[in-house]
Every structure is written in structure tokens, then in C-alpha cells.
């Protein structure tokens, strides 16, 4: 609680800046849901290449967000520096974004971001391992490396060019990408990013195709780009290459190498959506990680008028994963890099699996909230890889914080959201997460609530409040009990 106390304090900088009539105040973006941003207000074309400056638009982001982490049974280490720690965790700092005016079609749009770590509100330099949500408030390797938080991270987060028509647009540099498969998963102090080049068409009425090439990724938690899929680097350092938390840790640098593969890999991901039958929204995606994996994902939604202005929409994401070197470069390893104890005997040499979600949406009128109930399924196979912040189950039974896409996990969830006001709304949800009790590896079966609070000071000043509350059983697997309890705070103020 006293991070959240600290948080207020913090924050309480920011509301000193002077108040703003809400008739005056130029709304130039607004925040979804998920704290990530929508473009209201863009830049026009210019007649002139000076003009790509001068009537260029700045988008401004100042943000504070802590965390709180508090284990049932802390069992930390000090010796070791493993195991469960209490931890605490801040980020302070924003963003500022330019967009140039498009000449002849032609635009760009720059991006800094960064984050600071306030004193007294963050672990020990020697604990980072400890930490679990706040750690994307600042650069483990970077402290592991220096000693310090000193300097905090700062990088240029977006940076590329763009071109487009009435037909198509392309993008090419580093850049935020949403997809099933990846998201800028903006929720802690910079963005999850890509390198590479995006062309989007428009192929017919409500129809749209994307294709996208990306070298490199940069994780939230990153001050440099590292590659899509291998875990650790050269040196063994498991910081400095794609370490998400559900990244598959059986892809080392050192097993691609083993198995006399590259290390450096390219993410494709090509998706075609369309809403040209009313009420339906469908979209095919494809991704291939050349010589390691290839996904295909179908997914629908269908919204059906009932009652006066209620709705309900039943929908369905099937996603098929295909290995395609992976098995032989991870051996028999599930997620964890551990040996997949408890497997099928297909994962020696393959991670072919695939994963079943399903859900059903009641939709209040004017768009006032929603009730959910949804369901997971993953084949008895390999589990599934996704180290891109795009969730395999989001939207449907992935709660705060969870990865319930090991194999043979079955997920139950309800949800239900609400705004109370035009400035105050909340959300609720309760999730079953059964994990085969078999799988040694695997997390525990476990019972998860989290609750989302959030309320608008005025049309630019957004604040979050989130729980989540964690309860493993680990009766019939004899598996460890890490439940936990988990606090997050949030300010934005966007000029």
C-alpha cells in the first residue's frame, strides 16, 4: 500500500498543472481500455515540404505506474537471488510523439519515450530478478550491467516512414504492429515495437489485407532491439535477447546453435479482415518464423440484435500452430526450458499443437458495458509460442497477468464491465485455469480474480486502478503454491 501511497504523491505533481476548462482543452488522442492510444486528431496533407513540419501535430504523454507484489509464501534467497520476493516497483517519465504533415502521400512520425525509477519505490539493485509485473518499468540488463537505476531508459520508440493512398498504405521502420499475434501491450512505460515494413490494401468493400516483415523486436523492458524468438544471448545472459515471460526458453541462442541453425530470425505476418456481411467480423492471419514456426488463426464474431438495443456475440479463435524446426532445435523442453515431464512424446521433435477459444458476449445498449463468459482449450500437444505480447487467449479467458496456453490447459472465465459514468468505469473477472496436473513444468491449477477501476479527472487526465488475486491448488499435482496478490496504480495526463 505505501506504493500506491507514493504513487499519489507523485501524481500530485502533475495536478498542479494549471486547470484547464474542459471547453479549451485540445483532445488530441484518448485512451482505450487497455490504456493503449487512439489517434483523434491527425495530421492533414501539406503543399509544401516545409509544411510536413510546421503543420505536423505533437502528441505528449506524461505517466506514472506502480506495482505491488506480494507472495502467500515469499521465499526469496538472498544468497541464490531466486525465488518468491515482495516486490515494489515505479515508473515515472511519458512520451512525445511527432507527425509530419504528408506531402505527396508521404509522412513520418517520431517517437521518444522514458522511465525513471523514484528512489525507495524500487527493489534492490542485486533483487531486479525478484520482480515481476514492475519490471517493465525499467531495463533489467541495463541495472544487472551498470549497478544503477541511474539514467532510467530512454529510447526512440517509433521512428519510421509512411506512405499511403485511397487503396494502400506503407509503413516502414520501427513501429507499433496490433495483431492476434503481436501488441504494443502499453500498459506499463514503452511500448512493445517492431523493425520492419507493413503495406495494408484495401482489396474490397470492408475488406482489408496486411502483410508485414519484421527483423527485430524491442520488449518494454528493452533499451536495444534483439531478435523475435531466441532466448539469451551469445553469452548466456537471458536478459539481453527476447526474454518475455512466456517466451519458449527450450529456443536458445546456445540450442540453435546446437542444432546448427541461425539465431537471427524474421517475423511474416500476413492477415486479411472484412466486415462486408453485416454483423460479422472475420479475420484469417498467417505468421511464419522461417525455420522455426508456422501459425494460422481464424477467428469470428457475430453481433445479433435482441431485445430493445441489447446484443449478444458468440465468437470463436482457432488457432493452429505447425512446427517448422522448432521441435528439433527445443528437444523435449516445454515453455519453461525445463523437460517437458508429463508431454506427449510428439514434443521430442515437434510443437505442432493447437488452441480452441470460444465465447459468448451480452451487450448492454449505448455501449454501457458487457457480460462475458468464455472458455480455452489447448490441444494435448506442444504448448504455444507467442513471446510477441499479442496473448493467444486475450479477449476471451486470459486474466491479469496469466499465460494459460501450456498444453492441456482449460480455461473458464467470466467477465463483466461497466461504466458507471461518462468519467468512471470498472471491469471484474473470474477465471478457472485447470493446467494438467501431469506436466511437471506447468503451472499450477489456480483460481484468479482481477478488478479494473478507472476514472477520467477531465478528457486528458486518465487514471487505473488494478487487483489482481491469485489462489493456486496445488492438492492434486503436489506442485508448489505461488499465490500471490498483485496492486497496479496508473496516471496519464496526454497533451
Known amino acids: 500500500m505505501k506504493t500506491i501511497t507514493m504513487s499519489l504523491i507523485a501524481i500530485a505533481l502533475l495536478a498542479t498543472i494549471p486547470a484547464i476548462a474542459e471547453d479549451k482543452i485540445s483532445i488530441k488522442r484518448k485512451l482505450k481500455g487497455n490504456m493503449t492510444e487512439e489517434y483523434l486528431i491527425l495530421p492533414e496533407a501539406t503543399k509544401t515540404i516545409g509544411g510536413m513540419f510546421t503543420e505536423g501535430v505533437f502528441y505528449g504523454r506524461l505517466r506514472s505506474n506502480s506495482f505491488y507484489w506480494e507472495w502467500e509464501k515469499e521465499t526469496w534467497d538472498k544468497a541464490t537471488k531466486k525465488g518468491n520476493l515482495n516486490n515494489k516497483n515505479m515508473g515515472m517519465g511519458g512520451s512525445m510523439i511527432f507527425k509530419s504533415a504528408y506531402y505527396n502521400g508521404i509522412a513520418f512520425t517520431a517517437g521518444y519515450y522514458g522511465s525513471i525509477n523514484p528512489d525507495g519505490f524500487r527493489v534492490d539493485v542485486d533483487e531486479v530478478g525478484g520482480s515481476k509485473a514492475g519490471k517493465d518499468t525499467f531495463s533489467r540488463y541495463n541495472v544487472k550491467k551498470t549497478g544503477t537505476y541511474d539514467g532510467g531508459m530512454h529510447i526512440l520508440g517509433q521512428a519510421y516512414l509512411e506512405y499511403k493512398n485511397k487503396m494502400f498504405n506503407l509503413m516502414a521502420g520501427r513501429q507499433l504492429f496490433e495483431s492476434v499475434f503481436t501488441s ?276 486528458v487526465f486518465y487514471s487505473k486502478v488494478r487487483v489482481g488475486l491469485i489462489s493456486e491448488d496445488p492438492a492434486n499435482s503436489g506442485k508448489n503454491d505461488n499465490s500471490y496478490k498483485e496492486y497496479r496504480l496508473e496516471f496519464n495526463y496526454l497533451f
Request: glycine share 8%; aromatic share 12%.
Open 184 to 459: 504494443s501491450n502499453d500498459t506499463k512505460m514503452i511500448p512493445n515495437t517492431f523493425d520492419g515494413g507493413v503495406a495494408t490494401v484495401k482489396i474490397a468493400q470492408e475488406t482489408k489485407l496486411r502483410v508485414a516483415y519484421f527483423g527485430n523486436q524491442k520488449l518494454r523492458d528493452h533499451t536495444s532491439i534483439h531478435d523475435v524468438i531466441t532466448f539469451k544471448d551469445s553469452a548466456g545472459d537471458s536478459w539481453n535477447n527476447n526474454d518475455d515471460a512466456p517466451v519458449h526458453q527450450g529456443l536458445s541462442y546456445a540450442n540453435f546453435k546446437k542444432a546448427g541453425e541461425d539465431t537471427d530470425h524474421d517475423l511474416i505476418i500476413a492477415d486479411i479482415n472484412t466486415k462486408i456481411v453485416k454483423n460479422l467480423n472475420a479475420t484469417l492471419s498467417l505468421l511464419s518464423v522461417p525455420d522455426v514456426v508456422k501459425d494460422v488463426v481464424v477467428e469470428t464474431l457475430y453481433t445479433m440484435p435482441i431485445l430493445k438495443e441489447w446484443s449478444i456475440t458468440p465468437s470463436i479463435r482457432y488457432y493452429l500452430q505447425m512446427d517448422d524446426g522448432a521441435g528439433k532445435v527445443a528437444g523435449y523442453t516445454n515453455l519453461t526450458g525445463n523437460v517437458a515431464t508429463g508431454y506427449v512424446d510428439s514434443v521430442k521433435t515437434s510443437i505442432d499443437s493447437s488452441l480452441l477459444n470460444a465465447k459468448i458476449d451480452l451487450n448492454m445498449p449505448n455501449e454501457k458495458g458487457l457480460f462475458r463468459i468464455g472458455y480455452s482449450k489447448v490441444e494435448d500437444k506442444a504448448d504455444i509460442l507467442a513471446p510477441w505480447r499479442g496473448f493467444p487467449t486475450g479477449g476471451y479467458t486470459r486474466a491479469m497477468g496469466q499465460y494459460n496456453w501450456y498444453a492441456n490447459t482449460k480455461t473458464f472465465m467470466g467477465y463483466a464491465e461497466y461504466k458507471f459514468t461518462s468519467s468512471f468505469n470498472g471491469s471484474v473477472g473470474y477465471a478457472v485455469q485447470d493446467f494438467d496436473d501431469k506436466k511437471v513444468n506447468a503451472p499450477t491449477d489456480s483460481n484468479v480474480w482481477h478488478i479494473d477501476l478507472g476514472y477520467k479527472f477531465n478528457p
